[in-house]
């Protein structure tokens, strides 16, 4: 009897340690999510006297994959900027791969017609102006030859826009967040 107490004992610990072993790669292997930053964004015809009635909005995408062991693979991004309710352009960025603690830069650019540009550009004259942008897109991670499911991917940003048309803030880039649910 004392023997397969012993021996039931000796197979809990070894099933214990498994766990924990599993639980510590897991841990250790486990992707994280990517980094979405905006930098380089301008409203280039903000201060000219003859401007048509609608304008230009550029911006470049910063796109980093902090993971040292997983690529991962985007399907499309939706890109929606918002000045107040009104949507005031969008983009769609197609399908790519990022290797492994890699990163990736979008340059693009979309126009603002009106009634919104009259509004945004006023805004941006009196430097109140402050654009919210919405990214949305899934994604798969691949570590070692696994293809993970498909990660839904939610952030948002608030652009503060100055009167020359630049992004105001210190550092002049503005890092996407977990979007609220």
Not at 160 to 170: A, F, L, R, T, V
């Amino acid at each position: 009897m004392c023997e397969t107490k012993n021996f039931y004992f000796w197979i809990l610990q070894i099933l214990g340690l498994l766990g924990i072993l599993v639980l510590c790669l897991w841990l250790a292997l486990r992707p994280g999510s990517p980094h979405f930053t905006i930098t380089n964004f301008s409203v280039p015809a903000v201060n000219d006297s003859n401007t048509s009635d609608h304008g230009i909005i550029q911006y470049q995408l910063d796109i980093k994959n902090p993971n040292k062991d997983s690529g991962i693979y985007y399907d499309d991004i939706l890109l929606i900027f918002y000045h107040g309710v009104n949507i005031v352009g969008n983009n769609t960025i197609p399908s790519f791969t990022e290797e492994k603690n890699r990163s990736h830069q979008v340059l693009n650019h979309f126009d603002v017609d009106n009634p919104f540009w009259a509004a945004l550009r006023s805004a941006i004259l009196n430097a109140t102006a402050e654009l919210r942008v919405d990214l949305s897109t899934k994604v798969r991670y691949k570590t070692w030859l696994i293809k993970s499911r498909h990660h839904g991917l939610h952030k948002e940003g608030n652009i503060p826009i100055g009167k020359d048309g630049k992004i105001s803030n210190n550092n002049k880039k503005v890092k996407l967040r977990d979007a609220s649910k």
